[in-house]
Each structure stands twice: as structure tokens, then as C-alpha cells.
């Protein structure tokens, strides 16, 4: 149905729409600079008074780290309802760009948000006694980035069927917040309790933690370190896939 | 240009839409007047490929909105009721990320953006943040987006809502430019009756049908002569009586009767003389598109 050959380089017409949105992402984030300081802010309180509170900085960073994620990919996330409804992803959607390149461009889009926020967040590593070498540095960086790509593609597949902000705001505190306190941000899994210890081995949130953990050498890191990268990145893929096909069905009621 | 054929949708079990058909023809201005719930903007989903429609088809440019949606809208512009700007990027990076989305860059998208900025009179605020934007420049952004792609037909949804008096006027001059410059046929959906009287052709939806068809001329020729206006106490007692001395057929609403009649000075004349006391007062006009519609369906538009 869609004709490859009829209008100049098929490629222009996957990355371009897909890359235009991905800056728009950017730019957008760089207008609005007090967005870090909202996303960042809270997991940082949050990580200082829990872990001063109970002397031990060091268990509690990569959970934090991963909150700060996590509040960026929602946030992001989060704006498809509106933007859809009123927004830039209105003419998205009546436009010869295919869905699949819109859903790359807005997940890269959130997902490098998350990762540049995730990074300000590394900034506070040494607080953690964590200590990074600089090559070490890249492994760091390609896990947040990861975890942020997860993370994004969870909002995705959250927010494409949801009619109000405040539907979002429900499954957040049900299942995202939730989610993040079993996934060894808190306590490790060698201490949980048995029907918590399952829910944390089905959780792949637990396996982005260790996989964090893992590449700053800080303990508590339960899954091993090939199986943390294989279950978030797998966990990364299926989201994306989810929301290429979600976003390419046919509406038969008003979806916007 | 346009052609739609027994278009049915439902939402559940509401009809929205019921066996609706029509033809706009290139080149033409054509409105969809009915009142909020009419099914407008359904019809405005199915074509601009938003949605599938539950049974019929609709082709634009010969291409079927639920078969080929990709054909369409690359021959469509489409200019929504709410916004569809990004609020935080200034007009040009608005029109430049649409351009990218139709795969157009490079020097071809550099030109169009030129031109659309320079036809909708845009030039010294492309590098405005839209937040910053007045409603009437924000639509006719909406419009320059709309026609980057140079589509061979526009649709809009309720495009004039929300504008006040001079900038709906600035924006039915930037339309009618775009149609006699440029040959783009032009479907809108409106509710509001001067807009719809300055279509080529027009239909009136109300509940999910298709009501009339014509041009503006021809829909108020429907109910010839004048539309004559009575303000009583009682007004379906003063409708009865109407009908029963005069033989005629009147609608009562708003606490008016109004009587369509050929010769509305005579009658004037008449019902005064026939219910002495009985009415507070009268107006005669010309019949408007609101009469028309009122005729019709017993509701009214705005």
C-alpha cells in the first residue's frame, strides 16, 4: 500500500519525520530548562534523607537514579494524551509519515530526555562513595540510556490508549511507583519475603536496577550481569514493538 | 473531488453518522453546517483519515480514505478546531517539522515554507514563539502548515470558532485566495451561519443526516418569500389559531411563532387585525440558512 518508490529516498521518509521529532523533543526540553529541576529534584531529596536517614548512601543511588528516569519517561509520556488531542501529534497523525517512524521519533525523543536527566543524576555518584572511571563512563552511560528506552517505551504503551492525564496518574501510583519499590531500589532480594521475592523476580525493573548496580560495582546486585542487560533490553524491545503496533491501528472512535 | 457515498458511523450504539452522501466538485467551497452534535465532526474524522467509518466509503481525489489513507493524505491539508501547533516552537520550526513529516527538506521545503508564510501574511512573525500567537495568527499558521504539502484539498473542522468577527473575515478572504489563486477545493465544517453562506454549496447535518443540499441561494429560495416573526404570551395557543384561520403551518420556538409566507407585509397586516392584543410583537426578514434549518428539522443551529 505504501509506495516505497513514488517520492525520492524511501529513507527520507522513515527518519526524516522521525528525526524532526526527535529534535522537537529537544528543543522543547531546552525551552523549558525548570523541567530538570522538577524531574530531578525529587528522587535526589528523596535519595539524601533515606539514605542519610539510614546512614547508607550507596544502596539506595541506583534506585534513585532510576526514579529520576522513570519521572522523566512519564513526564514525557505523559504529553502524548494532550498532544494528541491538541498538539503537534494531531497533524502527526494525518500526515503520509508512517506510524512506526512517529513512535521512533517520539521514544528516542523521551528516552534521550530521560538519559540526559539520568546523567545529571550521575553528577551525585561520588556522594555515593561511587567513583567512575572514565571508561567505565560509557558502560554507565549505554546502561541509563537503556533503562531510559525501557522506561519510555512503558509510558508509550501506557499513555496511546489513555482519554485523560488523570487515567495515567492512577496506573502511575499503581503500578510505576509500586513497580519501582519492588525492583530492589529499596531492599534487596536476598532479605524480601517470599511472595515479594517472586513479584521481584517477575519484575523487570529489578533486572534495570542490578544491571545499574552492576555497572557502578555497588552490592545488592541480585540477577547477574549478562542476565539484568539481557532481560531490560529484551523488556526495551517488546515495549517498542508494542507501541509501533498499538500506534498503527485503525481508530474506529474518535481517538483524538 | 470529494465523494462521499452512504457514510454511516457509530459510536457504540450512537448513529453519528447516518447514510450520508455527497460530491464536492475541484475548486469548491463547501460547507457542513449543523449544530454541535450533528455529526461534523465525525464526518470531519472519517475524511481526514483520522478515524474508519463503521459502513459506505468516501473517496478524496480518488483515493479511498479507509482503503489508502497514505494516498490521501498526501492530497490533503487539514486544519483542525483545536490546535495542532506545537505551543513551544516558533512559527517556522512548526512549518519546518511538517514539512519533514510529507518527506519534504532541503531547498524544496525552504521555498514552501516562503510561500506559505508569505500568502497567509506571516512574514514578520515566523520567528515568534507560538504561545506568543493571537488566535487569528495561531489559525493562520494552522492554514500555512496545512498547505505546505500543496494539497489539492483542504478540510477544516470548525475553523472560524473562537475568532472574533475581523479576524473571521481576514481568514474567509485568506480562503477565498487559496481557491481562486490556487484552484484548492476547500470542504469546512461550520456552525455558523455566515461562514456557511459564503460556500459555493452547502449541507445542512443535524442528528447524523444529511438534511438539504444546495447553494445558499437555493436553500433560502426553499422557503420563498419571508419569515415572518410573532412574540405572544401563548404561543402554541396563537400557532393553533394561526392554523386554524389561515390554513398555514407555523413553528413555535423560543417563544416565537414564525410563519414562512410569500407575502409577509399582507400577513402581517392580517394577524394583527385578526388577534387584537394578542401580540406583543412582530418582526419580518428575509430567510436566513438558520430558517432553512429550522424548517427542516424543528431545532436550531447556534
Not at chain 1, 540510556?145 to 485523560?164: C, D, H, N, Q
Not at chain 2, 445558499?216 to 394561526?242: C, N, Y
Not at chain 2, 410583537?281 to 430558517?291: A, F, R
Amino acid at each position: 500500500m505504501y509506495s516505497w518508490t513514488r517520492r525520492g529516498l524511501p529513507l527520507s521518509d522513515f527518519f526524516l519525520p522521525a528525526a524532526t521529532l526527535w529534535q522537537r523533543e529537544l528543543v522543547r526540553f531546552w525551552r523549558q530548562k525548570s523541567r530538570v529541576l522538577g524531574v530531578v529534584a525529587s528522587p535526589l531529596v528523596f535519595w539524601l534523607l533515606i539514605g542519610y536517614g539510614s546512614n547508607d548512601l550507596a544502596r539506595f543511588y541506583s534506585g534513585a537514579l532510576v526514579l529520576t528516569v522513570m519521572f522523566s519517561a512519564i513526564f514525557s509520556t505523559i504529553s502524548i494524551i494532550e498532544d494528541r488531542r491538541e498538539g503537534f501529534l494531531l497533524s502527526m497523525l494525518v500526515s503520509p509519515a508512517p506510524r512506526s517512524s512517529m513512535v521512533l521519533g517520539k521514544i528516542l525523543g523521551a528516552a534521550t530526555l530521560a538519559w540526559i536527566q539520568g546523567l545529571i543524576f550521575l553528577a551525585f555518584a561520588p556522594l555515593a562513595g561511587v567513583s567512575i572511571r572514565p571508561l567505565e563512563l560509557v558502560s554507565v552511560a549505554a546502561a541509563i540510556f537503556l533503562i531510559s528506552f525501557t522506561l519510555t517505551g512503558l509510558g508509550f504503551v501506557i499513555a496511546w490508549r489513555m482519554e485523560s492525564t488523570s487515567g495515567f496518574h492512577a496506573i502511575m501510583n499503581l503500578l510505576l511507583v509500586p513497580m519501582w519499590m519492588v525492583s530492589g531500589s529499596l531492599f534487596p532480594m536476598s532479605t524480601a519475603h517470599g511472595w515479594v521475592k517472586a513479584l521481584m523476580w517477575v519484575n523487570p525493573l529489578t533486572y534495570s536496577i542490578a544491571l545499574l548496580n552492576h555497572t557502578l560495582r555497588l552490592p545488592n546486585a541480585a540477577p547477574g550481569a549478562v542476565e539484568s542487560l539481557v532481560v531490560t533490553a529484551a523488556f526495551g524491545l517488546v515495549l517498542f514493538l508494542a507501541s509501533g503496533l498499538m500506534a498503527a491501528q485503525k481508530a474506529t472512535h474518535s481517538a483524538a | 473531488m470529494i465523494q462521499v457515498q452512504n457514510l454511516t458511523h457509530r459510536y457504540g450504539d450512537r448513529l453519528a453518522l447516518s447514510n450520508v452522501s455527497f460530491e464536492v466538485r475541484k475548486g469548491e467551497i463547501f460547507g457542513v453546517l449543523g449544530p454541535n452534535g450533528g455529526g461534523k465532526s465525525t464526518l470531519f474524522r472519517i475524511l481526514s483519515t483520522m478515524m474508519v467509518p463503521t459502513a459506505g466509503r468516501a473517496l478524496i481525489a480518488g483515493h479511498d480514505v479507509e482503503r489508502d489513507p497514505a494516498a490521501v493524505r498526501r492530497h490533503v491539508g487539514v486544519v483542525f478546531q483545536t490546535q495542532s501547533l506545537d505551543k513551544a516552537l516558533t512559527v517556522e520550526e512548526n512549518l519546518r517539522a511538517q514539512g519533514h513529516l510529507h518527506g519534504l527538506r532541503g531547498v524544496v521545503l525552504g521555498e514552501r515554507i516562503e510561500r506559505a508564510i508569505e500568502r497567509l501574511g506571516l512574514a514578520d512573525r515566523r520567528h515568534d514563539l507560538i504561545e506568543t500567537l493571537s488566535g487569528g495568527l495561531r489559525r493562520r499558521v494552522e492554514i500555512a502548515k496545512a498547505l505546505l504539502h500543496s494539497p489539492q484539498v483542504l478540510l477544516m473542522d470548525e475553523a472560524s470558532t473562537g475568532l472574533d468577527p475581523a479576524a473571521r473575515r481576514d481568514l474567509s478572504r485568506h480562503i477565498e485566495n487559496l481557491r481562486s489563486g490556487e484552484g484548492v477545493t476547500i470542504l469546512l465544517t461550520t456552525h455558523i451561519l455566515e461562514e456557511a453562506g459564503r460556500c459555493d454549496r452547502l449541507v445542512l447535518l443535524h442528528q447524523g443526516n444529511m438534511v438539504a443540499e444546495g447553494t445558499p441561494a437555493e436553500l433560502r429560495a426553499r422557503i420563498g418569500g419571508d419569515v415572518v416573526v410573532l412574540q405572544t404570551a401563548d404561543t402554541a395557543l396563537l400557532a393553533s389559531k394561526i392554523e386554524q384561520r389561515f390554513g398555514m403551518r407555523s413553528v413555535v420556538r423560543d417563544g416565537q411563532v414564525r410563519v414562512e409566507i410569500s407575502n409577509g407585509h399582507r400577513f402581517i397586516a392580517e394577524v394583527v387585525e385578526a388577534f387584537p392584543g394578542a401580540i406583543e410583537s412582530v418582526g419580518l426578514h428575509k430567510p436566513t440558512l438558520e430558517d432553512v434549518f429550522v424548517d427542516q428539522t424543528g431545532a436550531s443551529i447556534e
